[in-house]
């Protein structure tokens, strides 16, 4: 499997940056795969950001709710993540992730379990100024 994530840069606070990650090695759309955004901010662990199972079900950190929205293409076996209303607190690399199992989907605790992530893409820089 191979992940590859474009779309990261520099925006102002309150405005809106779209990622992409295109997919290779594993269909998107099948119901047992999920995908997830996380994030890594300087001087903080990853977290799960959003994610998407192969039946089109999502879910979000609280801190992104109404703001982020995570799709995929399928016909391009792309996944995306829509960012409006960017806070500075949004600075981070931003990473995608596959998982073959579906529970990986489940947020637990508010957290997704990103030890059932075995394939990471390398990562691209989102940087919010306030």
């Known amino acids: 499997v191979q992940l590859v994530e474009s779309g990261g840069g520099s925006v102002q606070a309150g405005g809106s940056l779209a990622l992409s990650c295109a997919a290779s090695g594993v269909i998107i759309s099948t119901y047992s795969v999920c995908l997830a955004w996380f994030r890594q901010a300087p001087g903080k662990e990853r977290g799960g950001v959003a994610a998407i199972g192969g039946d089109g079900v999502t879910g979000y950190e609280d801190p992104v709710k109404g703001r982020f929205t995570v799709s995929e293409d399928n016909a391009n076996n792309t996944l995306y993540l829509q960012m409006s209303s960017l806070r500075a607190e949004g600075t981070a690399k931003y990473y995608c992730?596959?998982?073959?199992?579906?529970?990986?989907?489940?947020?637990?605790?508010?957290?997704?379990?990103?030890?059932?992530?075995?394939?990471w893409g390398q990562g691209t820089q989102v940087t919010v100024s306030s």
């Open positions: 992730a596959a998982s073959l199992r579906r529970d990986d989907c489940g947020w637990y605790a508010r957290q997704l379990n990103q030890a059932g992530f075995n394939d």
